[in-house]
């Protein structure tokens, strides 16, 4: 489980494919510290288990799945990558819930200068898509951010300074890929919704599915 406040910048020494996987080493500095093989690190928003390490670096197994549904297969070395290391029970959630599995891959549409702020517009599938709401969460390579707006197709964030600088986001450009993940808790109110409908189908309580006034009064919300 990951918060989506980037701890640094790494850069990526390596990227060996095998047959249908890729192995990285990526250079860092502030989550080597207190490293351990096994340690979960998000990379660019993806949870990736290390599996060696020495001072400076350390190295990561992608499988073929991951290389199918995130950017990790499109980096080349010297490439930047945002780095996280797993929240520990304790710390604090400055950002959110993020669990490091991606939902899809997003295609960046437009870069905005607004006074300080940097305005981007991405263009997302609809399997992100059907999280994202007006001031709500995303996770944009492993970045956790507040969407502006949207429309049925895409939507737009806005990097502060110190997001900009301190994360990959901040170089990015139309046309560049990135990973995202919606958020968490939306994903489990449409599942607990979906069984919440089908089971009132099966009682014959009522024919319609999702949230209806007499489900939330039935269940306290009003």
Not at 56 to 68: P, Q, R, S, Y
Not at 105 to 113: A, C, Q, R
Not at 198 to 212: A, F, L, P, V
Request: with cysteine.
């Amino acid at each position: 489980m990951f918060t989506g406040l980037v701890e640094e910048k790494g850069h990526l020494i390596s990227l060996r494919r095998g047959a249908d996987s890729a192995r990285l080493k990526i250079k860092a500095g502030l989550v080597m510290d207190g490293m351990r093989i096994g340690d979960s690190i998000a990379v660019n928003g993806v949870c990736l288990t290390v599996t060696a390490y020495d001072i400076g670096a350390f190295t990561a197994d992608v499988m073929a799945e991951t290389l199918a549904k995130t950017n990790l297969g499109a980096l080349q070395s010297g490439d930047r990558v945002n780095l996280e290391r797993a929240l520990r029970l304790g710390d604090r959630l400055g950002g959110h819930l993020v669990s490091g599995h991606i939902d899809g891959v997003g295609t960046i549409s437009k870069v905005e200068k607004h006074d300080i702020a940097i305005l981007i517009t991405i263009a997302a599938p609809a399997s992100v898509m059907r999280y994202i709401i007006k001031k709500g969460s995303v996770a944009v390579d492993g970045t956790s951010l507040t969407v502006v707006d949207h429309n049925d197709e895409s939507f737009r964030v806005s990097l502060i300074p110190h997001t900009a600088h301190a994360t990959v986001l901040g170089g990015k450009k139309p046309g560049d890929q990135v990973n995202l993940e919606g958020d968490m808790i939306g994903k489990y109110v449409e599942r607990w919704m979906g069984v919440a409908g089908r089971k009132e189908n099966e009682s014959e309580k009522t024919t319609q599915r999702g949230i209806t006034a007499d489900l939330l009064a039935e269940h306290g919300f009003i």
